[in-house]
């Protein structure tokens, strides 16, 4: 129990700071987001993909701002990818339940996002760091594209071009690029835990 208290303090330590409150932020418009969106009309698809945009920026200012001021914390490497996830996973959810994301699209991201997370929690344990991969960052930016392209797809943008195809090809794109990001995360994992011997 002591252990675990003298965790929660260390994480707590100056956590109070700009891109920790940013990541906050994000995580509070999620179900934001998902009110506006859960029956979407061109009006509320519009505001939906403003919010949405509005939280990607979020997740760029905030790993930026952490670097380049030296705050980067405890706290901040835990919930920017949980708060990641939860706006990539909600939205994509969404999307699904207006047949505009296939379920084995769906599927396919989210199985990855949950193999990379057991892959990073179990090496955390271990005390081994897995750096982000850039091949993962594109991944990301191709996903907020296509989910943003998407949820356009139904507010009669018609002069901007197919929506659907153009989203539904840049998630797919994504997919790939998160499939090689995940083998990297692998072999970066399994190349430390075979140095250190476990």
Do not use: C
Not at 11 to 19: E, T, W
Not at 33 to 49: G, K, M, N, Q, Y
């Amino acid at each position: 129990m002591n252990r675990v208290l003298e965790t929660w303090k260390e994480i707590g330590q100056d956590s109070l700071n700009v891109p920790n409150l940013l990541t906050v932020g994000r995580i509070f418009l999620i179900p934001v987001f998902i009110l506006v969106f859960i029956e979407p009309t061109p009006d509320r698809s519009i505001l939906a993909a403003g919010i949405f945009t509005v939280a990607a920026v979020t997740d760029l200012l905030d790993g930026y701002i952490a670097r380049r001021t030296g705050q980067i914390t405890k706290l901040g490497k835990l919930l920017d990818p949980i708060a990641d996830k939860l706006l990539v996973l909600s939205a994509l959810i969404l999307l699904m339940s207006v047949d505009r994301v296939s379920a084995l699209i769906a599927i396919l991201i989210i199985a990855r996002e949950v193999a990379v997370t057991g892959i990073r929690a179990i090496a955390a344990g271990e005390r081994l760091i897995i750096a982000a991969e850039t091949t993962g960052k594109y991944k990301m930016a191709l996903q907020v594209v296509a989910i943003v392209l998407l949820i356009l797809e139904g507010t009669g943008l018609a002069e901007l071009g197919n929506m659907h195809l153009a989203g539904t090809a840049t998630l797919y794109l994504s997919v790939v690029l998160g499939y090689i990001s995940g083998g990297q995360y692998v072999w970066s994992f399994w190349r430390q835990v075979v140095a250190k011997g476990f």
